[in-house]
Nanobody
Framework: QVQLVESGGGLVQAGGSLRLSCAAS????????MGWFRQAPGKEREFVTA????????VYADSVKDRYTISRDNAKNTVYLQMSSLKPEDTAVYYC????????????????????WGQGTQVTVSS
Protein backbone atom coordinates (compact mmCIF):
# COMPACT_ATOMS: atom_id res chain seq x y z
CA GLN A 1 0.00 0.00 0.00
CA VAL A 2 0.99 3.60 -0.60
CA GLN A 3 -0.13 6.58 1.43
CA LEU A 4 -0.18 10.09 -0.05
CA VAL A 5 -0.34 13.26 2.01
CA GLU A 6 -0.82 16.63 0.36
CA SER A 7 0.11 19.94 1.93
CA GLY A 8 0.54 23.56 0.97
CA GLY A 9 -2.98 24.57 0.11
CA GLY A 10 -4.49 27.81 1.26
CA LEU A 11 -5.94 31.15 0.31
CA VAL A 12 -4.14 33.35 -2.22
CA GLN A 13 -5.03 36.40 -4.25
CA ALA A 14 -5.41 36.24 -7.99
CA GLY A 15 -2.03 36.51 -9.67
CA GLY A 16 -0.29 34.95 -6.72
CA SER A 17 1.60 31.70 -6.33
CA LEU A 18 1.35 28.61 -4.21
CA ARG A 19 3.30 25.36 -3.97
CA LEU A 20 1.68 22.07 -3.13
CA SER A 21 3.57 19.03 -1.90
CA CYS A 22 2.62 15.39 -1.96
CA ALA A 23 4.64 13.02 0.17
CA ALA A 24 4.38 9.32 -0.55
CA SER A 25 5.04 6.64 2.05
CA UNK A 26 4.69 2.91 2.29
CA UNK A 27 5.49 0.73 -0.71
CA UNK A 28 6.82 3.64 -2.76
CA UNK A 29 8.98 1.40 -4.94
CA UNK A 30 5.78 0.36 -6.70
CA UNK A 31 5.02 3.90 -7.85
CA UNK A 32 5.64 4.68 -11.50
CA UNK A 33 3.58 7.78 -12.19
CA MET A 34 2.25 10.60 -10.06
CA GLY A 35 -0.18 13.33 -10.87
CA TRP A 36 -2.44 16.07 -9.64
CA PHE A 37 -6.14 16.40 -10.17
CA ARG A 38 -8.56 19.04 -8.93
CA GLN A 39 -12.24 19.28 -8.24
CA ALA A 40 -14.15 22.52 -8.00
CA PRO A 41 -17.55 22.73 -6.29
CA GLY A 42 -20.26 21.27 -8.47
CA LYS A 43 -17.77 20.05 -11.07
CA GLU A 44 -16.15 16.75 -11.91
CA ARG A 45 -12.60 15.96 -10.94
CA GLU A 46 -10.23 17.03 -13.70
CA PHE A 47 -6.66 16.27 -14.64
CA VAL A 48 -4.05 18.92 -13.93
CA THR A 49 -0.60 17.44 -14.51
CA ALA A 50 1.40 14.22 -14.27
CA UNK A 51 4.94 12.93 -14.32
CA UNK A 52 6.55 9.52 -14.23
CA UNK A 53 9.29 8.47 -11.86
CA UNK A 54 11.52 7.54 -14.78
CA UNK A 55 11.40 11.11 -16.06
CA UNK A 56 8.67 10.71 -18.62
CA UNK A 57 6.46 13.71 -19.12
CA UNK A 58 5.43 15.99 -17.65
CA VAL A 59 2.03 16.50 -19.19
CA TYR A 60 -0.28 19.39 -18.38
CA ALA A 61 -3.89 20.30 -18.90
CA ASP A 62 -4.24 23.18 -21.33
CA SER A 63 -5.86 25.28 -18.59
CA VAL A 64 -2.69 25.27 -16.47
CA LYS A 65 0.06 25.01 -19.08
CA ASP A 66 2.73 27.69 -18.68
CA ARG A 67 1.41 28.53 -15.19
CA TYR A 68 1.90 25.28 -13.28
CA THR A 69 5.03 23.19 -12.92
CA ILE A 70 5.23 19.66 -11.57
CA SER A 71 8.47 18.33 -10.20
CA ARG A 72 9.63 15.37 -8.17
CA ASP A 73 12.24 14.50 -5.59
CA ASN A 74 12.84 10.79 -5.89
CA ALA A 75 14.95 10.68 -2.73
CA LYS A 76 12.11 12.16 -0.69
CA ASN A 77 9.34 10.34 -2.56
CA THR A 78 7.69 13.70 -2.97
CA VAL A 79 6.09 15.45 -5.90
CA TYR A 80 5.51 19.18 -6.00
CA LEU A 81 3.10 21.42 -7.84
CA GLN A 82 4.25 25.00 -8.28
CA MET A 83 1.30 27.17 -9.22
CA SER A 84 1.72 30.72 -10.42
CA SER A 85 -0.46 33.41 -12.00
CA LEU A 86 -3.36 31.87 -10.14
CA LYS A 87 -6.89 32.67 -11.20
CA PRO A 88 -10.17 32.43 -9.29
CA GLU A 89 -11.15 29.54 -11.57
CA ASP A 90 -8.20 27.57 -10.17
CA THR A 91 -10.09 27.33 -6.88
CA ALA A 92 -10.60 23.66 -6.10
CA VAL A 93 -9.59 20.78 -3.91
CA TYR A 94 -6.34 19.47 -5.32
CA TYR A 95 -5.65 15.77 -5.13
CA CYS A 96 -2.39 13.95 -5.49
CA UNK A 97 -2.46 10.49 -7.04
CA UNK A 98 0.00 7.67 -7.69
CA UNK A 99 -0.07 4.83 -10.19
CA UNK A 100 1.82 1.55 -10.41
CA UNK A 101 1.50 0.83 -14.11
CA UNK A 102 4.29 1.65 -16.55
CA UNK A 103 2.09 3.73 -18.79
CA UNK A 104 3.22 6.45 -21.10
CA UNK A 105 2.87 9.85 -19.42
CA UNK A 106 -0.15 10.65 -21.60
CA UNK A 107 -2.02 7.73 -20.02
CA UNK A 108 -1.62 9.35 -16.65
CA UNK A 109 -4.08 12.03 -17.69
CA UNK A 110 -6.81 9.51 -16.90
CA UNK A 111 -7.99 9.10 -13.31
CA UNK A 112 -8.44 5.38 -13.90
CA UNK A 113 -4.67 5.02 -14.36
CA UNK A 114 -4.07 5.73 -10.68
CA UNK A 115 -4.11 3.29 -7.80
CA UNK A 116 -3.74 5.61 -4.82
CA TRP A 117 -5.18 9.00 -3.92
CA GLY A 118 -4.50 11.57 -1.26
CA GLN A 119 -7.14 13.23 0.84
CA GLY A 120 -6.91 16.53 -1.02
CA THR A 121 -5.91 20.06 -0.10
CA GLN A 122 -8.03 23.16 -0.63
CA VAL A 123 -6.75 25.95 -2.85
CA THR A 124 -8.80 29.13 -2.88
CA VAL A 125 -7.96 32.02 -5.19
CA SER A 126 -9.68 35.29 -4.40
CA SER A 127 -10.37 37.91 -7.05
Amino acid sequence: QVQLVESGGGLVQAGGSLRLSCAASGRTVSIYGMGWFRQAPGKEREFVTAITWSGGGPVYADSVKDRYTISRDNAKNTVYLQMSSLKPEDTAVYYCAAGKSTYYPSHYTWAASYDYWGQGTQVTVSS
